[in-house]
């Protein structure tokens, strides 16, 4: 259990990071062109669903679903929290400068980030028959069909 949560919390300190890292990126490299910083955010949650969609890949394959998505939404929901709460103090604003439509717009964008990571890599490995459920029905087919027959008397 508690390496359980461990990959939880490294995980949503990762995803935390990524924003940490672009938001740094953004204040101290293009803080005065706004297309820049755009692209810095977008290329932002483009890491974040490719880093979500990996850890989907590998932890879909040998967790059932109920588990690792558990574990996967509790990530994103931590590091979530910290990225709108905690990222703008870190390079010195105020979460709730840019007013409420900036500020649940970044929510939106996030969740969507996060969710197309985590679809992507759960569809490309159920595609690849490689997902715990696939793997376990050809474990079951495999067992039924090498087991003989029994003869019913009659």
């Keep these: 259990m508690r390496e359980r949560w461990r990959a939880v919390g490294v995980l949503a300190v990762a995803l935390f990071a990524v924003n940490v890292v672009a938001r740094l990126v953004t204040r101290f490299g293009f803080s005065d062109d706004d297309a820049a910083a755009d692209r810095v955010s977008w290329l932002m949650f483009l890491v974040i669903g490719l880093v979500l969609a990996v850890v989907t890949f590998r932890w879909a394959a040998d967790r059932p679903v109920a588990r690792w ?29 840019g007013g409420a439509g900036l500020f649940f717009a970044q929510i939106w964008l996030y969740l969507a980030a996060a969710g197309a990571g985590v679809l992507v890599g759960y569809l490309v490995l159920t595609a690849l028959g490689r997902d715990f459920r696939s793997r376990q029905l050809k474990r079951y087919a495999e067992i039924r069909t090498a087991r003989p027959r029994k003869i019913v008397r009659r």
């Design 69 to 97: 998505s558990t574990d996967v939404l509790g990530a994103v929901a931590v590091a979530l929290a910290l990225t709108v709460f905690v990222g703008p103090l870190v390079v010195g604003k105020n979460p709730f400068a």
